[in-house]
């Protein structure tokens, strides 16, 4: 319980503002929203540029306005983008290594697998589509992020997807630095649009547990979110503290129709919570340990 919790804010993701008027969009509101949420307790922050189909250098370029000047004030940050929308699956993670030429980067970001994502129809039945992730897409981000010295991020949408990840922790070939990210599908979805269509497993205390039973053994950090709705209201959140897990919160997936907050917000309940709980927040530098405990601050594969 003494351990510190690595609180993670992912600003804005696909939402618009029609969503929530906070969700941070142009450059400078992402910038100042990542400040505003490193200042409150966060100590890695995740955004998205304002248009994710921007070519390979427009890309790159945009995320180096943003974070190089904030790097420049605070060294320490933690971050990370998200692809880009590259016409091959390998063209998706190019900026990375050319973003790592221009300012730090320490961290990347994976979904290692596939699920249907969607939601209600006029008569509440599931529309959408399929998000593939392929096997060989898979290796190769793994590769690269080892090759590039990034710790990757796993989203986990549903249980197939840990166990892709506990697969190559099996054999020896994660990259130093990796998370698991628990993602629990909300009442609302991934997009929002309605009610009762979802993904994954729901905010339970027994959803919890299957994960963290599939950890057992592994010593793998990982955090807890809820996606189209409320990891707050949830028994989720709590739990996780209590069973040495992290928070990952913000508008990329908080959503609630009578609650609009703003990024800070998210991040200062966050904190709250690990308050009551007795747990402390890890700075930036205390994340990078976390993350890699074997190489301390230096970090690397």
């Not at 390979?56 to 790097?71: I, T």
Request: charged share 20%; glycine share 10%.
């Amino acid at each position: 319980m003494s351990a510190p919790v690595v609180i993670e804010a992912a600003l804005n993701g696909i939402n618009t503002v029609e969503r929530n008027p906070n969700i941070p969009v142009t450059k400078e509101s992402v910038g100042t929203d990542a400040r505003r949420c490193l200042d409150a307790g966060a100590s890695i922050v995740h955004a998205h540029n304002e248009n994710y189909n921007l070519p390979l250098d427009e890309a790159v370029s945009a995320y180096v306005s943003v974070w190089g000047p904030l790097l420049e004030e605070r060294p320490d940050t933690l971050w990370y983008p998200t692809l880009t929308g590259g016409l091959h699956w390998k063209d998706r993670y190019a900026h990375f290594a050319k973003i790592a030429e221009e300012v730090p980067l320490r961290l990347g970001m994976l979904d290692p697998g596939s699920t249907n994502l969607g939601s209600p129809d006029s008569d509440g039945l599931p529309v959408g589509g399929a998000y593939v992730n392929t096997y060989d897409e898979i290796r190769f981000a793994m590769n690269l992020f080892a090759d590039l010295e990034l710790g990757p991020s796993f989203a986990i949408y549903e249980p197939g997807f840990l166990r892709t990840v506990l697969a190559y922790h099996r054999a020896g070939r994660l990259p130093a630095g990796s998370m698991v990210k628990l993602y629990f599908g909300g009442e609302w979805g991934l997009t929002a649009k309605g009610q009762g269509v979802t993904f994954g497993l729901p905010p339970s205390e027994y959803a919890l547990r299957a994960y963290v039973d599939m950890l057992d053994g592994t010593s793998l950090p990982w955090s807890v979110s809820v996606w189209g709705g409320d990891l707050m209201k949830t028994p989720v959140a709590r739990l996780a503290l209590e069973m040495g897990g992290h928070i990952h919160v913000g508008l990329e997936e908080h959503f609630d129709p009578d609650r609009k907050p703003t990024n800070v917000e998210l991040v200062e309940q966050a904190v709250e919570l690990c308050s009551s709980v007795g747990r402390p927040i890890a700075t930036p530098s205390d994340a990078l340990r976390v993350l890699f405990p074997s190489a301390g601050e230096g970090g690397g594969a």
